[in-house]
Nanobody, 113 residues
Framework: QVQPVESGGGLVQPGGSLNLSCTAFGFSRSFMSWVRQPPGKGLEWVSS????????TYAESVEGRFTISRDNMKNTIYLEMNDLKPEDTAVYYC????????RGQGTQVTVSS
């Protein structure tokens, strides 16, 4: 298994959208998660998806705004983020468990006007 590689972060205004991607070889049979680390705070779980992609769960803070998906043929996990808020500012990681285990280097998301 190779460490996941996240991409797609950037600077966006409140109310905007971003789509994150995570390339993760060797994890097609694993639950995968997105976690994030806001500035000065610890890791927090955002969302998880089942191996086949048929089941997804979300933190209450992002429910209804974020959508997790995956394409195992492309070894990629996605996080579509809509209606972004300043409190969504964080480094976002793709991980193999909800505590952030096996995560990659992360991608910075900054929500600011």
């Amino acid at each position: 298994q190779v460490q996941p590689v996240e991409s797609g972060g950037g600077l966006v205004q409140p109310g905007g959208s971003l789509n994150l991607s995570c390339t993760a070889f060797g994890f097609s049979r694993s639950f995968m998660s997105w976690v994030r680390q806001p500035p000065g705070k610890g890791l927090e779980w955002v969302s998880s998806i089942s191996p086949a992609g048929g089941s997804a769960t979300y933190a209450e803070s992002v429910e209804g705004r974020f959508t997790i998906s995956r394409d195992n043929m492309k070894n990629t996990i996605y996080l579509e983020m809509n209606d972004l808020k300043p409190e969504d500012t964080a480094v976002y990681y793709c991980a193999t468990d909800i505590r952030g285990g096996g995560r990659g280097q992360g991608t910075q998301v900054t929500v600011s006007s």
